[in-house]
């Protein structure tokens, strides 16, 4: 069984499919962390050397070696965001997936075998910066203030990270049936968090239901709290600082489990692929129902915020936005759904 | 061998198979025809695994091939254009595919390259529509799989290329292995192919060995001497393909039919040979305008 999974025509034919990735991840990773970090410790004058040594000697919080490790999280997000939409949405077009569906594998294999290689860029570049940057740091004078405990974890952490995102996005990708649904989708789901924040105060506000909660200090200092529901915006996770402390059990527990929920969820949904409808915005016919509806209230809600932003802010002005908003969105979101694009 | 068994599949609500069922039998070579979008694309599509039946099942010796991906080993699917592979040199192809079946002829796909002239370590982006064509059913045809399938693997081809290619289709027919072709040039399949398929509404009612085909469907042409029989004309089983004053070309496709024609009066009747063409434009209630 092994050995066929191993198989390698369809590893052959996925690796060619997006090798260019693998030399812009590793050429873009190497000129992130260890070129900048050559050219801060190695190249640079000596006493821009010596000043970096006295400004880590005067400051024990500041730890340089950390911030460089966020520079290469934040590349390789955008990169494991390229690379999943090149291997799935952009696979549905001009034929490719009919080709890589008829071929003699089946959907897990072919999915395991995308993930897997996706990972292995990802975890490659990674290790490979890292071991070219670590060399650097070790023959520079910044050697003897690295924590190496905390460069791994941070190393790590920008890793997991990565590949939560990249194993998310590949999953978004099995529901849309085109690059520009991948992408639109992917934006959708990362604001979403903040959109419902955000729909949550203007109704209140329009509907004058107070959203500020008054609470007290142990000292007796008055603080107000908002009562909107407190929704981790996915920002804050992606670009969690490498240097933070915050770092704990939960933050480890949680990525994981993101990583294995979206490949198992990716995996199901590319399992019942249907590429007869690749090219429109879902390929599922039941989750365009789901979209329809989704999307025509979040219109709705919006339109509901720019009445009351355009005339006086009060239930009327809202509901009618509100109204309005409800029939464009539902019609703009029925001509979307029946459009094919055949890029 | 291949046997598809009550097919449906419903694509933006319209029912574009509705129990679509043959049996495809080792050592022949069958077309499937039928009128522009009548679904003969998306049976190949579903007969390679490329999308899933809402009901029904395509078997391989009896297993399931939507169940069991790698009996496609022994299917490969030509599609009409390689866009896929167009990033690939045609020798990177080659050895692609080489890494995907087990039994791909290396020796033979590069033998029927140099044969066509073919450029091996040229792109396949690079070559003209009918080399490409050429080019794809060569590859398709060396992965020595026990099921081919052409979608109109001819198009684009110039004559002289035609005329080998299907040749070169003939030759790669072995007692193991059958070879499905999708096409609108009817006057080919009917000098390669062993059986047709006709898809209409989704169904595939009408099968048949060709040369059963030819001897139960007579075409005559027909001279009346008192004007035509309009009554016998307007039967069921008889089919005017043409007619020029008294002069009638017609179908028929029964015995009995035949015997009360010579009952008519008629001044000659004279029986010509039966082209695809003309029974597919019977069958497809068209003027055989097909794709």
């Known amino acids: ?343 | 061998m291949l046997r598809i068994d009550k097919l449906h599949k419903q694509i933006d609500g319209r029912a574009v198979l509705q129990g679509a069922s043959f049996e495809l039998r080792p050592g022949t070579i069958t077309g499937l025809i039928g009128r522009n979008g009548t679904g003969k694309t998306t049976l190949m599509r579903l007969l390679t695994g490329i999308y899933d039946p809402d009901r029904g099942q395509v078997t391989l010796d009896g297993v399931d091939i939507h169940r069991q991906a790698n009996v496609k080993r022994d299917i490969v699917f030509v599609p009409d254009a390689p866009t896929a592979l167009e990033g690939y040199t045609l020798k990177q192809c080659g050895q692609l595919y080489g890494k995907i079946y087990p039994s791909f002829d290396r020796l033979y796909f590069e033998d029927i390259i140099g044969r066509f002239k073919l450029p091996l370590n040229k792109s396949v982006r690079s070559l003209s529509k009918g080399m490409k064509m050429l080019f794809s059913t060569a590859l398709g045809l060396a992965t020595r799989a026990r099921v081919i399938l052409l979608d109109e693997p001819t198009n684009g081809v110039d004559a002289v290329a035609k005329k080998q290619l299907l040749a070169l289709i003939m030759e790669s027919v072995t007692p193991e292995s059958c070879i499905l072709i999708s096409s609108h040039m009817l006057s080919e399949l009917d000098r390669i192919a062993d059986s047709i398929i006709l898809l209409r509404d989704g169904r595939t009612e009408e099968q048949w060995l060709l040369e059963e085909l030819r001897m139960q469907v007579r075409k005559l042409q027909i001279v009346f001497n008192e004007g035509a029989s309009m009554d016998w004309l307007s039967q069921n089983e008889v089919h005017v393909l043409q007619q020029i004053g008294r002069v009638y070309t017609v179908l028929l496709e029964s015995d009995a039919l035949y015997s009360s024609l010579m009952k008519q009066d008629m001044l000659l009747v004279d029986e010509l040979a039966l082209a695809l063409e003309d029974w597919f434009s019977w069958k497809s209630g068209g003027d055989g305008d097909v794709a």
Request: aromatic share 14%; glycine share 6%; hydrophobic share 50%.
């Open chain 1, 1 to 343: 069984m092994w050995r066929n999974f191993f198989n390698t025509g369809l590893w052959s034919k996925e690796f060619r499919q997006v090798r260019f990735m693998l030399y812009a991840i590793l050429g873009l990773g190497f000129i992130t962390l260890p070129l900048v970090r050559m050219n801060r410790w190695w190249f640079a004058e000596q006493r821009h050397i010596s000043n970096s040594v006295e400004n880590i000697i005067m400051n024990p919080d500041y730890e340089p070696w950390l911030y460089d490790i966020m520079n290469l999280q934040i590349l390789m997000l955008v990169m494991g965001t390229i690379l999943a939409i090149w291997q799935i949405g952009s696979e549905r077009r001009a034929n490719m997936q009919e080709f890589t569906l008829s071929l003699p594998y089946s959907r897990v294999h072919i999915y395991t075998v995308k993930w897997l290689l996706g990972v292995a860029f990802l975890l490659g570049s990674f290790f490979l910066s890292t071991a070219v940057d670590a060399s650097v740091i070790c023959t520079s004078e910044l050697a003897p203030f690295v924590e190496w405990g905390g460069y791994a974890s941070a190393l790590l952490r920008a890793l997991l990270i990565n590949l939560a995102l990249y194993t998310f996005v590949l999953a978004v990708g099995t529901m849309c049936g085109s690059v520009i649904s991948q992408l639109s989708f992917l934006g959708i789901l990362i604001l979403m968090p903040e959109f419902i924040r955000l729909m949550f105060d203007r109704f209140c506000w329009a509907f004058d239901i107070p959203t500020l909660k008054k609470e007290t200090t142990i000292e007796g200092m008055v603080y107000y709290t908002s009562k909107a529901p407190k929704v981790p915006t996915p920002d804050r996770w992606l670009f969690y600082d490498a240097g933070s402390e915050e770092i704990n059990a939960w933050f480890w527990g949680a990525t994981i489990a993101i990583i294995v929920v979206c490949y198992v969820l990716g995996l199901f949904l590319y399992v019942r692929n249907e590429a007869e409808n690749n090219g429109k915005l879902v390929i599922f016919p039941s989750l365009e129902t789901i979209l329809r509806g989704g999307f025509t209230i979040c219109f709705a809600l919006l339109g509901a915020s720019i009445a009351t932003s355009l005339f006086t802010n009060g239930p009327v002005p809202y509901s009618l936005g509100f109204l309005a908003a409800l029939v464009i969105g539902y019609l703009m979101i029925r001509k979307l759904t029946k459009l094919k694009l055949k890029i």
